[in-house]
């Protein structure tokens, strides 16, 4: 008979067992022979090249009981198979495989707190994916990391059952029903070893807090190990800055009660002593610019130490480095200590690294703006000496143009080559395509619609045309209008407008007549600087007087024009914008002044001032200040028109008002009837909306307003019929508050204002709500 011995080796076997088995003293032992042929059975997916490629011997070759047992061992080893056996007959090695299934897919039921793909893509950091090997350990493996995860959120009751369903060609699919359960809140903080600071002083520089009056609209008292982590980094700096350079905590204690609902945490502190800076020196490459680097430095001899202050001297020096092109400098503070006299010698490493300059800018994430659009925005330049700052002002241009809703600018070195970096700029487009929405709801005009329409990045060239249409009760505008930001190489800027107008009264009074007007405009945009530019342009209008039961004003412009006019508007201005953001800005300013003058059957000027300003309080508030000032008058000895005049009131200006409701009322009608002069005045505070860490846009923010409308050039502050409006030429003022958000159909603004120092007669709208408009 001819001889025939089966190896095989179970999952669970060891080596040692193994070759036990198979040592060439045993008595199913086989003399070595040379192989005649190899054959493989029991594969369905892997690749019978691959297990050749495990076995270490080949035809023509001699075998032998040791090479019998590695080629198991090997097989076994690449987690393909279940069961691997080797059968020897006639000098034919066949090689008897059982493989393990695939994993064909991965779900979750119950699960609501985590992204389903965000999941997986963490499982697959595990090695457990569709497409894998399924394996008992791996997906014990892939339990724990899904447990972990909703640890970290302070979910401790979730209940994870992974359930496995057979599928067709060897597939497996794995479904995991979750239960979560609530998120544990915080019962106790609790400190140990502090001396020198209060509990409470300590627990105000965390983000974690106990239960309290807003804990169930901010969330902060539900446990979290990744913001318990940021407290504890807030805890230490707060002690660095105040000089306790060996302070020192153990890892803080966690808790949980026994029904799983309640957090003690409790952190231990080794507060030390404070100290006091004694020298301040500078070591290192200083590259000839020792006076130009110490200066950059705010350390003070004979200060409490800070870390803070440091810091910002280590990342002004840094910077100072950068706009020289050493993109990797290295700053390293190092304070030296004298523990009897609790001072401490700060001494400044500095390493600029080598200068290098930028091969290539490459451009990402753009799916529709052509790349044009944001090099031209780029004040670094390929093949270039880098430069920090010129890369902070091309990031802060790229996010002024309010075409995405992320950006993100990093530097890479060029493999292989010490002096070189790549910038990319990877974006993340929003919609520029915007459809306006209106919604108010007044005491009078009860619910006001407007809506309109425009593309602001047209098939992704950075040019913008709209098509603004306003049917409100008031108002029915059609504009047209095309913006080429780049009209020249230079940046000059070219602006066409075409435009009808249909106005009809405020519904404050009883006063009918009808205001048309059409007319057309070229503008242009001069750059002057980075952050400046001149505009100047001639718009033509004409206008149609349209009366039935006018008020008295709109009675007496026509004494003074005429049914109709026409009149050619020059105007010219300076505009300069710093803000770190078109969308949601948190610092900078902008800073307009323009003028106009009309001349023709008009003859007027007109001039305005606005300022703003944007200040960051901290990591997560914004305070937003807005000022503004217009005044008109003739230049003839004729009334200002009355068709010119200016509004506030509403969304925009003086929020608790109804909408253009401030300033002069007719004596005939009481129809609103604006003014010459208008001044407005904002202040906004802005504050993180809970759970929307992935929207910068959407803040919630409280604020207070104040405004007037009056006349200029001895014209009449008229208080409507019977003197029924107390003061109407006053000031007004407001506060409340409100929801911003950058939403797909536009700036969505929602605020509820409350009038301060509200007047017999005025007109107050205290809800408002709009789509297409921002502060």
């Not at 530097?411 to 002096?419: I, S």
């Not at 008109?632 to 008002?657: H, W």
């Not at 802005?686 to 307003?705: C, E, I, K, N």
Request: net charge neutral.
């Amino acid at each position: 008979m001819p001889f025939r011995r089966k190896f095989s080796l179970a999952r669970r076997v060891m080596p040692l067992v193994l070759t036990a088995f198979l040592t060439p003293g045993l008595a199913h032992a086989f003399s070595p022979f040379v192989v005649k042929d190899i054959r493989v059975e029991g594969v369905q997916r892997v690749d019978v090249g691959t297990i050749f490629s495990y076995l270490p011997v080949k035809v023509g070759q001699k075998f032998t009981e040791e090479q019998a047992a590695e080629a198991i061992q090997r097989l076994y080893g690449t987690g393909f198979f279940s069961d691997v056996a080797i059968d020897t007959q006639n000098d034919v090695i066949v090689v008897a495989v059982k493989e393990r299934p695939t994993i064909a897919s991965i779900t979750h039921n119950g699960m609501r707190s985590f992204d389903a793909a965000g999941l997986n893509k963490a499982l697959a950091a595990v090695g457990f994916a569709p497409g894998r090997v399924f394996d008992q350990s791996m997906l014990e493996q892939a339990e724990f990391q899904l447990k972990q995860e909703y640890l970290s959120q302070g979910k401790y009751g979730v209940e994870i059952t992974p359930v496995i369903t057979p599928l067709p060609r060897n597939r497996v699919g794995v479904t995991f029903d979750i239960f979560e359960g609530d998120v544990a809140t915080i019962s106790e903080i609790n400190f140990v070893g502090n001396k020198a600071f209060s509990a409470g002083t300590l627990r105000d520089e965390m983000t974690l807090t106990t239960g309290g009056i807003m804990t169930w609209y901010t969330g902060t008292n539900k446990y979290s190990r990744e913001k318990l982590e940021g407290d504890l980094e807030a805890i230490r700096s707060f002690y660095l800055d105040r000089g306790y350079l060996e302070f020192s905590m153990e890892p803080p204690q966690v808790t949980i009660s026994p029904d799983r609902q309640s957090i003690f945490i409790t952190i231990t502190l080794n507060e030390g002593e404070p100290y006091k800076v004694r020298s301040v020196r500078m070591a290192g490459d200083l590259l000839t610019l020792e006076n130009e680097i110490r200066g950059l430095v705010t350390v003070k001899e004979g200060e409490t130490f800070s870390a803070a202050t440091t810091n910002a001297s280590v990342k002004g020096i840094t910077d100072y480095l950068g706009s020289l092109g050493y993109a990797f400098a290295n700053v390293n503070p190092n304070p030296q200590l004298d523990r009897e006299a609790k001072e401490a010698d700060l001494t400044f490493y500095v390493d600029p690294g080598r200068r290098v300059y930028v091969r290539r800018i490459q451009i990402g994430g753009n799916t529709r703006t052509r790349d044009v659009v944001v090099r031209r925005e780029m004040r670094q330049q390929e093949a270039a000496w880098y430069d920090a700052n010129s890369i902070k002002e091309s990031r802060d241009r790229i996010d002024r143009l309010g075409y995405f809703s992320d950006l993100n600018v990093e530097t890479e070195p060029v493999p292989g080559t010490p002096d070189q970096v790549d910038v990319n700029v990877d974006v993340k487009e929003k919609p520029t395509g915007m459809i306006n929405l209106g919604v108010g709801y007044g005491s009078t005009d009860k619910v006001i619609l407007s809506a309109g329409i425009s593309q602001d990045n047209i098939f992704g060239s950075g040019n913008s045309l709209s098509a603004q249409i306003n049917t409100s009760k008031t108002n029915r505008t059609l504009v047209l209008a095309h913006t080429d930001p780049y009209w020249t190489n230079e940046g000059i800027s070219k602006t066409t407008s075409l435009y009808y107008r249909r106005t009809t009264p405020y519904d404050a009074g009883s006063g009918d007549y009808r205001i048309t007007a059409y007319g057309g405009g070229l503008n242009f945009g001069v750059p002057i600087s980075e952050y400046d530019r001149i505009f100047s342009g001639v718009s033509v209008e004409h206008n149609k007087l349209e009366l039935y039961d006018p008020p008295l004003a709109y009675d007496q412009f026509r004494q003074a024009y005429g049914d109709s006019t026409n009149a050619a508007i020059f105007n010219i201005g300076w505009a300069k914008d710093t803000r770190d953001s078109a969308i949601a800005p948190k610092r900078g300013s902008l800073t307009r002044l323009a003028a106009d003058i009309s001349a023709g059957d008009l003859r007027y000027y007109m001039l305005s001032a606005q300022q703003q300003y944007y200040m960051p309080l901290g990591r997560s508030f914004t305070l937003a200040l807005n000022g503004k000032v217009d005044w008109a008058r003739t230049y003839n000895d004729k009334p200002f028109p009355v068709i010119k005049n200016m509004y506030a009131g509403g969304l925009g200006s003086v929020r608790g008002y109804e909408g253009a409701s401030l300033g002069p009322r007719d004596t005939r009608t009481g129809d609103y009837l604006g003014g010459s002069r208008r001044m407005i005045a904002n202040v906004q505070l802005y504050l993180p909306f809970p759970g929307a860490s992935r929207d910068r846009t959407l803040r919630w923010f409280v604020f207070a307003d104040a405004g007037q409308v009056s006349t200029t050039g001895g014209d009449v502050c008229a208080n409507g019929v019977r003197n029924a409006v107390e003061d109407p030429c006053g000031w007004r003022y407001s506060a409340g508050v409100g929801l911003s958000w950058e939403s797909p159909m536009g700036p969505l603004e929602i605020s509820w204002g409350k009038a301060l120092n509200e007047k017999r007669g005025d007109e107050l709208q205290a809800f408002q709500f709009q789509i297409g408009t921002s502060f």
